[in-house]
């Protein structure tokens, strides 16, 4: 579950039409390096569920610059990537979707749910 979306995210943004077992196998590399050093400590053997965004991230730059060295990436990520990865990080940070949740109950002024 933790590697679904990253993976599914770079090969989106990286415009890749397929995914490779090179981005598999970058997938599953990345993953376990993605892991702090507390949580080693604490006995986990997946990253906090609740860094899923920025794991994601990651995942994705991974798979994106597998997908170039495969010679299938889009002309955009190219771009992004030629740049550097600090900058291909944040240009997909910059793509992700960022929810807002909104009551679905209207509540008027002066009364708290």
């Given at each position: 579950?933790?590697f ?25 590399e ?36 597998v ?47």
């Open positions: 579950m933790l679904h979306a990253g993976l599914a995210l770079g090969a989106f943004l990286g415009e890749t039409r397929y995914v490779s077992d090179g981005m598999l196998m970058a997938t599953a990345t993953l376990p390096k993605l892991i702090g050093d507390e949580d080693v400590q604490a006995g986990l053997v997946y990253p906090r569920l609740q860094d899923i965004r920025a794991l994601s991230a990651e995942i994705a730059a991974e798979v994106i610059k997908a170039a060295l495969e010679g299938h990436v889009g002309k955009v990520a190219r771009r992004q990537l030629d740049k550097g990865p600090h900058y291909l990080l944040q240009w997909i940070k910059a793509k992700m979707f960022h929810p807002q949740y909104t009551s679905l109950a209207y509540m008027p002024p002066g009364i708290e749910a």
